[in-house]
């Protein structure tokens, strides 16, 4: 069931519904405001707008680079396992033949 809830992003009050719990709403507000103050550091007279445009692409940058991560995470347990299903196959039909690992 999704709450209400209260949240201050970059100095603007926010109402938000979500079905997350507290905690789970706070770390996505406190990830947001790192951003936003990260960039705001680096930055010379940039506006509230352009600071949390910047935000918003370094966050999305991070969230491409994790899939990027995971469709290679997922592309190695996928290898791995085909290898692995090989090997016991192998097995069981007596066939000798040793696992080597990459």
Same mark, same amino acid.
Not at 8 to 25: A, C, H, P, T
């Given at each position: 069931m999704k709450r209400r809830f209260n949240?201050? %992003?970059?100095?603007?009050?926010?109402?938000?519904? *979500? =079905?997350?719990? =507290?905690?789970? %709403?706070e770390n996505v507000v406190q990830y947001v405001n790192k951003k936003a103050e990260e960039i705001g550091r680096s930055t010379k007279d940039v506006s509230t707008l352009g600071i949390a445009i910047l935000a918003a692409l370094n966050i999305a940058d991070d969230l491409f680079e994790l899939r990027n991560e995971q469709t290679l995470l997922? *592309?190695?347990v996928r290898s791995k396992t085909e290898r692995l299903i090989e090997f016991v196959e192998k097995s069981r039909l007596g066939v000798d033949d040793t696992l080597r690992c990459s």
């Open positions: 949240i201050n %992003v970059m100095g603007q009050e926010f109402y938000i519904l *979500s =079905d997350k719990g =507290d905690e789970y %709403v997922c *592309s190695q």
